[in-house]
């Protein structure tokens, strides 16, 4: 039985998750969070490349948390062997400094660096990228320089967030363990360890939301609540939905302060939170992660509902779990369960402790076995087959992760029927894939061409040119070895 987070038990009777008692720890959490708003700037909203929801398309600073982990645990092995340009998979292993220069300055303009420490940054990249054109460049200069670099990022990052953080860092010794190409060479581009950053897109053209949205808020979990009674609030709040949908994020944010005078005026507290809730998305998606973490803590703070508390909570810990700040993480992800399991929402207290499964996965640690299989327990309650998916997979990438090949395949059968369930190719394909990889590391190359296949017909379905060459190469990969 799980003993929950820092001695905090979760599990009642029915499997579903109690409400925090701590009232102290409550107020520390709060205190600490009053305070990471009080220090942080407001810059404003400006257009720049948004974190959308998929994972790929994001910093994913947890799969650089994950990549160090497992390279320094190679590093424990003691080998004279010189390290191989490619995996069996047939991934290479070598980086060019021109690429790693490219991802520190795309990096450094994501998580929106002041132009007085990007300018400092840029002079230690520039030192870098001086010496790596020489014939003769000195590795240990560049290094250094790097290093320097990084401080500032993470320095950076710990000011905003009110927490120390060393994820740039953690990034960097990730790529020192690899082999690294110190010929500058912008055209030599390993897309394994590329950093994916969204392209800008176009405004979106779409019909004016009607019926829909004048009845109900529709959130991907439950509905948040009703549209406010007042009729002026009513028609700021829709208009304000209306310009985040047709992607104009600054006039929706004008429009909802509009809203949330309004509420003032009337006394409507419960607008007030959803407005914060939606203010705050706005700032996640355009990575203003400060922003984001004061309006979803506001929205926390003026709403009984536990509907609202539950996304709110979800969405901060998502920001901390993205800056590698574990314990806050943890903490917003628990009081989500426990929000959550006040309105019976099994699916979202499924997905939390799924979540918080994958934080101790990447850490090494055993104990995240524990959460997916409560998670699990939840999800098989509910008909989210996308929930059950989801918790399947992440269970098969946690078995990978502890070296049991055979469970974590079975976990990716799981998630691929969950997900064929949820008609779902794109994830489907991608457990189809992840079973194929682990055959060909298995050197089962009829097993792996099989799921492989499996993987390029359901990829077929999707509009994921990267998927579908992805698979493609690899099976081509398959017959050379054939």
Known sequence: ????????????????VKKKQDEEKNASQTQREQQADQNSRSKGLQYIE??????????????????????????????????PTKTLSGRSTVINIAQILK???????????????????????????????????????????????????????????NKDSKVVENWVDALFLQQIDFKYNEEEINPQFLVKFPQ????????????????????????VSLIPQDKELKSLFIQSKKLVYANQPEKAIETFEKALHRADEVGDNETKSKIYYEVGRIYDD???????????????????????????????????????????ALDHYFSSVSCAGEVDNLSAQSTS?????????????????????????????TDNAKVKGFVSSSLGNAYETFGEPQKALKAYS?????????????????????????????????????????????ARRTDDINLMNEINDKLNSLELLS
């Open 1 to 16: 039985m799980l003993n929950g987070i820092f001695q905090r038990p979760y599990l009642n009777n029915n499997n579903l």
């Open 50 to 83: 948004p974190r959308t929801a998929q994972p790929e398309q994001q910093v994913d600073w947890r799969q650089m948390r994950s990549q160090i982990q497992a390279q320094a645990r190679q590093q424990t092995q003691s080998t004279e062997e010189p390290m």
């Open 103 to 161: 991802d520190f300055r795309n990096t450094a303009a994501a998580i929106g660096t002041p132009d007085n420490l990007k300018e400092e940054v840029e002079g230690y990249l520039s030192l870098v990228e001086k010496q790596v054109k020489k014939d003769d460049a000195n590795t240990k200069l560049v290094k250094s320089n790097l290093k320097n670099a990084s401080s500032i990022l993470d320095g950076y990052i710990s000011k905003t967030l």
């Open 200 to 223: 800008n897109t176009e405004p979106k053209t779409i019909e004016t939301p009607t019926e829909p949205i004048e009845q109900e808020i529709q959130t991907d979990a439950k509905v």
């Open 286 to 328: 355009h990575s203003y992660f400060a922003e984001a973490l004061k309006s979803y803590h506001k929205s926390i703070q003026n709403t009984e509902d536990n509907n609202v508390k539950t996304k709110a909570h979800y969405s901060m810990a998502q920001i901390y779990d993205d800056v590698n700040q574990i314990k806050p």
């Open 353 to 381: 402790l799924t979540k918080m499964g994958n934080i101790f996965t990447d850490m090494f640690d055993i104990q995240g076995i524990e959460y997916y299989d409560t998670a699990d327990a939840l999800a098989q309650q």
């Open 414 to 458: 799981n998630a691929v029927k969950h997900y064929t369930d949820a008609d779902s190719p794109q994830k489907t394909a991608q457990n189809y894939l992840k079973a194929g990889d682990i055959m060909v590391e298995m050197s089962n190359v009829s097993k792996a061409k099989g799921l492989l296949t499996k993987a390029q017909n359901y």
